[in-house]
């Protein structure tokens, strides 16, 4: 499986990230370094084996479904690039 | 003053309590100590008035006979942790102008016993790297010098944590560990550090890099202090559902408990093409010591150790590009204008994330879209049980692991490497133990050839964190390790 500049081009647009034209070759050429590394795990036999998520052991814990923080819009917009009115602002999104 | 400089935590703590210093005079010094050794770049934010303050406050309780556990402690914050009112920035351009408006847990436990914040650490951006040369703020340098008196990395993540411990420009430090980010940097500096269990410490307010490996844990220069910092750091958190409520057990008392009777396995799998010899001969010391100490050493076999760099690669970078997608340019940090919101998203993310970042965030993205997430992401997540699986089974057998730290001493800062894959070599011996979640711990106990600090690293069963005491108790004793870097406080800078 390897990597080329559309689907650098693809996966930059996925994590909204953008890579100029001119790094799309060089940035497929890391990548594919890294994956035909990776690609060792190939090696192991996994059939049967479930995967592993967590190593805590134990369940994740239940609290009961009452609301435990609030009422602070000023704490919450006190690093906004930018704001009014209590509001996030961000370029027009509806025509 | 360098010999307030000079005193343990556990030595301060009392003379404290003995008034024999004052709180205020050791975070002084402390201050004095964090500017004369700027050079080193250690700390990215110093917050001296701020450290005066919780001094004098120390000072009040300890009048009043009533010292908590780190009263009076100065210590620097890997700037990884947020703190009110503190600018917190993850040493990314991303989150440049942050100032949290709430506390982390772990640091609200440290500030809770009274310990003094000196300022905020470097480290790697979103603490990724191994070298703390992907910082926004530039490398952090090690106080070690090599035979030819260059820079040399102290290691990362948590570089800066690692670099002031050692120069005495903070008694003690935080750091979090995701793949290595507090062993290796440990080893590089000569300072001792633990990534406890995965749950111990909890996660609540620290800057997310891979949710299912992050730990926070101390630095110090000694075993004792370790656990005393430990103490103070650890809790059960309900904001954080991964945390436990597994008692913490005495860790203090098991720093002199010794190791007689304990079984310490050995595993054959801990080699790598390129090791410095010095390493090899460090870790067939550390057997010796532990042995003429009354344990028994068995070699034991962790069949799927090479797997473990791999497969952290998958998973790392997988938990990172979710964990990164919340810097957007709209709630805090970085933001860059654009015509619409998804051009304002992609040149915001591209200007605030650095290389490596933006690297992981590509890769994690690809091993989770629709197509590969099988053959990469629960293929990993596959072979992960099967490294954890054979911890579980040799610790049927051994009490604890003995491994190298790190497979070669402290590199020169900007050594020029292409492949990415090679820096991802640091992190071989640390990695198995977040993957498999369990507590970790690097002991300097020794020098190479070079006069550069080498590390050993004892590996335990979760929630076990009092045998690794008992082991890098003994260790630390036998190894009797006292040189220090040359670019320390009260040395040269």
Redesign the interface.
Known sequence: ?S?DKT??AK??R??????PEDRLEP?AN??N???D??A?????A?DN??????????A??M?DDVVTDGD?VD??L?????GASGF?V??K?VE | MSDLLDLSAVEARAALDAKSISATELTSAYIDAAEQTAALNNYVLLTPDHALDMAARADQRLAKGEASLLEGIPLGVKDLFCTTGVATTACSRILQGFTPPYESTVTANLWAEGAVMLGKLNCDEFAMGSANETSAFGPAINPWQGAENIDLVPGGSSGGSASAVAARSALMATGTDTGGSIRQPAAFCGVVGLKPTYGRCSRWGIVAFASSLDQAGPFTRTVADNALMLQAMASHDAKDSTSSDVPLQDVMTAVGQGVKGMKIGVPREYVMDGMDPDVVALWQQGQDWLRQAGAELVEVSLPHTKYALPTYYIIAPAEASSNLARYDGVRYGLRVEAESLDQMYEATRAAGFGEEVQRRILIGTYVLSAGYYDAYYLKAQKVRRLIKQDFDSVFTTVDTLLTPATPSAAFAVGRKIDDPVVNFLNDVFTVPANLAGLPGMSVPAGVNADGLPLGLQVLGKPYDEASLYRVAGVLEQAAAFTATPTRRAGGAT
């Open positions: 499986m990597v689907t650098v996966i930059a996925l994590a909204r990230l953008n890579v940035v890391e990548l370094g890294i994956l590394w990776i060792e795990l190939n090696e192991v996994t084996v479930e995967p592993l998520a967590s190593v805590t052991g134990h994740l814990p609290r602070c704490r919450v006190a690093n906004v690039p930018e996030f961000v370029p999104v």
